[in-house]
């Protein structure tokens, strides 16, 4: 190499392309395990200080914990694993994030170029494997691809409806040398052009709707958290402006208030009954960046039955593809919004629905998240309950495992600002809470983190405690333990007879020793009397905690509408006798 070449500051290696183009985007915080065919890779890392590396315990844990850092800083999480069993540890997290939309850029080595296809150590198809979980991939064969794809990946993962990319770099790649270039405009996916500002005929259609609805709902999704915090903002002027009841889906929580007076509560299968039956009642709905999940709609053919549809997502494909709207509006939640609040403002005198609301006043009035309080033992919906009176008002971040204490966190956690829920919404993904903390509280140094988890779930991912007292993340793990894999067990309860297969834990860990053994704190408490002084030293602590909070064995989360089921054939809880279940699973209309 000549004298001026060597000099040349943008001649480097692929390894070095890589770790140049993190900094260019911005990139402080990196999550990976080493391997053999990313180690130039790691080279490169080592001999830098501008992005920090986070060595986790596993490659799933490294993608949760970007997830995790990405929904709750708006940014894109890095990710960097190996090859083979490092690129395939990551397909759990890749489609968790494809799922809700979470933007990853996932980093994989692969074995040299020559090498593909014999079958070689830690070779496995990468880009054939996650092309069904990623938005985009990519398999660099040639360094003077490598820049140019990096650029792109950043792009496309960002842009338009979030989600995770994967770039896959051979070994000889990485040591090959090539001209690296900064970020540019033509660094584009030639055919991926999101749309991102609304047709001006369809908002006006929407706004004509919205102006003589006289049973009117807005039903918000995770869109619109991801849109950005203006979209956010203009979803409560919206609400405010139009007077109109707000419902969402479990990843939209935060986008509005949950202490807002237009506040239904969440919307869907263990949704408030409210929520539920003014989505079945509506005249017009107003669907905001939410993808009409099964798990929202329920029965498709009853859902909203009487309701004209309006539908603003950015991604086309979402448009219609599991119910038939009347008003599909493709672009970007904040543009839409600012385009529709300016003509509304403008043009249309403010509904009167006082009618609608007096009648959602008689479902609010069901009280449907009601329980059976206990002395002795702690219910789970009373833990949620304190947990959050403990620590509403400060700069708290929750995330959460799937199942049972998922949905109790979803319906007892009161969010009022968007970017602090963090959870498993479409894939449900157990153990994606515990490193989905860690990512979070890398983002947020000074912050109150908190991973609201299951006994079950949240030993899928132990391991990364490791992580967490490595990098001094002062983590909380506040584990609503009853022995069960609770939603299953409740499944099996309500739909199978009773007949609890394998979902009950006979070999469960003492937590305290656990978080002990990883040099974390540990903690327990049996008694509803000891809870506040417990959740209080927990916070107090800055170190990883296991909170081992024992709760009632066989609660059940209620309400909830039976698989299959309408809006309207909900379960409550003073009404889920095991007769009306057993009517309800059976095809029999649920009492409501």
């Given amino acids: 190499m000549s004298d001026s070449t060597s000099h040349d500051p943008n001649q480097m290696t692929g390894a070095a392309m890589i770790v140049r183009a993190m900094k260019d985007h911005g990139v402080e915080h990196i999550f990976g395990y080493p391997g053999g065919a990313v180690l130039p890779i790691y080279d490169e890392i080592f001999q830098q200080s501008d992005v920090q590396h986070i060595l986790v315990r596993h490659e799933q844990g490294a993608g949760h914990a970007a997830e995790g850092y990405a929904r709750s800083t708006g940014k894109p999480g890095v990710v960097l694993v190996t090859s083979g069993p490092g690129a395939t540890n990551m397909v759990t ?5 494809l799922m809700d939309s979470i933007p990853i850029v996932c980093i994989t080595g692969q074995v040299p170029t020559h090498l593909i296809g014999n079958d070689a150590f830690q070779e496995c198809d990468t880009v054939g494997i996650t092309r069904p979980c990623t938005k985009h991939n990519w398999l660099v064969r040639d360094i003077k691809d490598l820049a140019r794809v990096l650029h792109e990946a950043f792009y496309v993962a960002t842009s338009g409806r979030p989600g995770p990319v994967v770039v896959d770099v051979p070994k000889d790649v990485q040591f090959a040398t090539g001209t690296y270039h900064p970020p540019r405009k033509d ?14 005929n369809q908002i006006r259609k929407a706004l004509a709707l919205l102006a003589g609805a006289q049973r009117p709902v807005i039903y918000s999704g995770g869109g619109v958290v991801n849109s950005g915090d203006e979209a956010c903002r203009l979803l409560r002027e919206l609400v405010e402006v139009t007077d109109f009841p707000i419902t969402s889906t479990l990843m939209g929580l935060g986008a509005y208030p949950a202490s807002g007076k237009n506040w239904l509560g969440m919307l869907g299968m263990h949704g408030t009954y409210e929520a539920n039956m003014t989505m079945h009642g509506c005249d017009v709905m107003l669907c905001i960046g939410a993808r ?3 798990r929202i709609t329920g029965r498709t053919d009853a859902f909203a039955p009487n309701a004209k549809k309006i539908h603003i997502d950015i991604d086309p494909s979402s448009i219609n593809k599991n119910i038939r709207v009347d008003v599909p509006i493709i672009g970007d939640v904040a543009s839409v919004l600012t385009d529709l609040l300016a003509l509304f403002k403008a043009e249309v005198k403010k509904p009167d629905i006082k009618a609608w609301w007096h009648q959602v006043a008689t479902w609010r009035a069901r009280n449907s998240l009601a329980y059976k309080k206990n002395s002795d033992v702690i219910m789970p919906q009373y833990a949620i309950q304190r947990l959050y009176e403990a620590t509403r008002g400060r700069d708290t971040y929750i995330t959460t495992e799937v199942g049972q204490h998922q949905m109790w966190a979803a319906q007892f956690y009161g969010f009022e600002q968007p970017k602090r829920w963090m959870t498993s919404g479409g894939l449900g993904t157990m153990g994606y809470g515990l490193p989905a903390a860690l990512g979070v509280q890398v983002a947020h140094r000074d912050s109150l983190v908190i991973d609201i988890a299951g006994d079950a779930s949240v030993q899928m991912t132990m391991q990364e405690m490791a992580t967490a007292v490595q990098y001094e993340l002062p983590i ?5 333990n009853n022995q069960y894999m609770g939603m299953v067990r409740q499944w099996q309860q309500l739909l199978h007879g009773n007949r609890l297969s394998h979902s009950y834990t006979e070999a469960m860990p003492d937590f305290v020793k656990l978080a002990e053994a990883y040099g974390g704190v540990g903690m327990q408490v049996f008694k509803p009397a000891d809870l506040d002084g417990a959740i209080m030293d927990m916070i107090k602590v800055k170190k990883p905690v296991l909170f081992d909070c024992r709760v009632a064995a066989l609660e059940n989360c209620f309400p909830m509408i039976p698989s299959g089921k309408a809006h309207n054939e909900m379960l409550l809880p003073a009404e889920a006798t095991d007769e009306a279940t057993a009517a309800a699973f059976a095809g029999g209309k649920a009492l409501v």
């Fill in 93 to 97: 997290p890749l489609a968790d994030a």
């Fill in 292 to 294: 009409f999940d099964d």
């Fill in 476 to 480: 909380k793990i506040f584990i609503l």
């Fill in 187 to 200: 660094d584009v996916h030639v055919s991926y052009k999101p749309i991102t500002k609304g047709d001006p």
